[in-house]
Structure formats: structure tokens, C-alpha cells
């Protein structure tokens, strides 16, 4: 039976860096940002729900998502943050049920998600990873990447669980400092889930 291994990290800590690693090693990666991004777009009943309690300007012209808007929204009001998940997130796990059906040949597939402690998603995984690294590097990096204020950066990291918290709920924690050998780590930990089914 195909394990399931989820994945996260808060924002800037490398977690996207860990999968393209295990994507190369010919692991399925399913992206649930990505496709919650995707969502927002194609899905006809989340599109009318978010008009709704923002108005049609959560849609720019072209019918994409208004992710400055959205972002002003999420990271400043609790409220409509669990409004968007609520909304989002059941509809994200049905696509990854579909997905987890055209990969069940697989030895083990990856479900990355920023959220996947928060939303609860992790209950659905065999195994869960949590990516980490030093505020001030994640800062650094998040900061480089979307060219925004550290101190933006700190509200936004306000907004998701401490790592203390996440690392309770982590069968397994992966330090992306710069300095610990993470490749080795992910090959070694790809050939244990391949041949025992454990990433111990």
C-alpha cells in the first residue's frame, strides 16, 4: 500500500527545496498551495463564495485571483483566514484523493502543504516531515524571494504555528540551515521508505 508522507515548513524554511529533492529521486509530489492556487480559479463554487464575502475585485480582470488583495486579507483578519480554509482545504483533499488513485503504484508519495499541521491534513498521512531553519535565515530568504519587509514577513510568520508546536506533532524534523547535509538525509531517509516502508 502506498505511503502517504506529508511535508511542511513555515514560510522561508526550504520545504519546497526538500520536494524538488525528492522529485528528482522520481518521488510524486502532490502541491496542495499549488493546487489550492489553482482552485481559486477554476472552481466555480469557491469563486462565487469569495465574491461574496470580498467582493469582485478578489478577481482582477483576467479572472485570476487578486493575491494582493488576498494576502492583505489573510495575514491581517483571523476571521476571513478561517473563512478561506474552511472554504478551500475540503475541496483540496478530495483533489488529493483523486491524485493518490493514479499514483497508488508508488512505493510513497509526498503531500507538501504550508498548512498541513493547521488544517489538520497530517491525520491523513502515514508519516509527516516537518522542514525547518533559523527565523533570521528564513527572513532573509523570504524577503530575497518576494522582495518584502522583514517586518511583513514577521507578521505573516505571526500567523502560522510556532515551530515548538509543529515539531510535537512531527514524526521526523529536517534541519535546512545551510550547514546539516540534508541531500544525504533525503536519499538515505528515499531508501528506507522504498525498501522497509519507514523513514527511520
Known sequence: MTKKI????GIGSGKSTVCSVFRILGVPVFEADVIAKDLYRTNHTIRIELIRLFGADIYTSDGMINRAKLS???FSNDFYLQKINELIHPVVRDEFQLWLKKNNDCSYV?????ILFESGLYTMM???ILVTAPEEQRIERVAARDGISSQMIRERMKRQWPEEKKMD???KVLVND???LLIPEIIEMNFKLKEYGSIW
Open 72 to 74: 492583505a486579507i489573510i
Open 178 to 180: 545551510n550547514k546539516w
Open 6 to 9: 506529508g511535508i511542511t515548513g
Open 110 to 114: 509526498i503531500h507538501e502543504a504550508a
Open 126 to 128: 502515514d508519516y509527516n
Open 169 to 171: 506533532l512531527a514524526d
